[in-house]
């Protein structure tokens, strides 16, 4: 099963991300009981992940970017990332050796199509994520906005995708544990391979999650306090 480590970078610095409380988010330093410094290639080095899931809190709120900082980390590790793809023309802001991460929060349903059509012309495929709270799909695009997340993951199996991220950012930061029979649900819809983000506490949701038939997860708190060996991201 993939473990997925998660660098949230915000003003340069990889943050403490909780329930997607942006302005609250803090310098992952204040949080940490595995890294001293919130410079991303300084975290980066400390914990040598195999693999990263990158989000620019910049670009998708549309206040500046990390992408210097994102085509380092890619030279370093497997890298995810999503800047926000707000029109075809972001995805060329990419460097070409990442993994697109198309978020509904910033994507509408017909762009996602597009750019997933536009990565495979390329050679690659991209990630879909599907961005909830409370339940509910975070989107701008009226198409999306409050439809229910299983009806968006039956809809994506027809697209050529790596993977699809359910990221249910009520439970991002909390270690809240998981959502035993929505997941069951989003398994049996999906014909991709699902990657989960938000909630995972510990080992023993990793296990759940597997026994499932999730590909992978997004870790970032329960590696921080310790409680996801690092062994399980390296």
């Known amino acids: 099963m993939r473990c997925i480590f998660v660098l949230d970078i915000l003003n340069g610095a990889v943050v403490h991300a909780l329930r997607g409380e942006r302005k609250s988010y803090r310098p992952i330093t204040e949080f940490s009981r595995v890294v001293t410094t919130s410079e991303p ?13 990158v989000a620019d809190l910049n670009l998708i709120t549309g206040n500046g970017d990390n992408l210097a900082a994102i085509g380092e980390i890619s030279r370093m590790a497997k890298a995810m990332v999503d800047i ?6 972001d995805l060329d802001r ?4 990442v993994t697109a991460v ?16 536009e990565l495979i012309r390329r ?6 994520s ?11 695009d009226p198409g999306l906005a409050g439809r229910e997340p299983i009806s968006l993951i039956k809809s994506l199996n027809r697209l050529d995708l790596e993977a699809v991220i359910l990221l249910d950012l009520e439970r991002v930061g909390a270690s809240t544990g998981l959502d035993t029979v929505f997941l069951k649900a989003a398994a049996e819809a999906s014909q991709h391979p699902l990657i989960l ?9 990793l296990e759940a999650l597997e026994d499932m038939g999730f590909a992978g997860a997004l ?12 062994s399980k991201i390296q």
């Open 130 to 140: 599907i961005d909830m709270k409370r339940g509910r799909l975070l989107s701008s």
């Open 102 to 117: 198309l978020g509904t929060e910033t994507a509408s349903l017909s762009l996602i199509e597009e750019a997933a059509a």
């Open 123 to 128: 050679g690659g495929r991209a990630l879909v």
């Open 219 to 230: 870790v970032a708190t329960a590696v921080h306090n310790g409680r996801i060996p690092l």
């Open 94 to 97: 990419l460097p070409p050796e």
């Open 84 to 89: 926000g793809i707000f029109r075809l023309s």
């Open 197 to 205: 983000g938000g909630g995972i506490g510990g080992e023993e949701d």
């Open 41 to 53: 290639l300084g975290v980066l080095r400390k914990l040598r992940p195999r693999e990263v899931y």
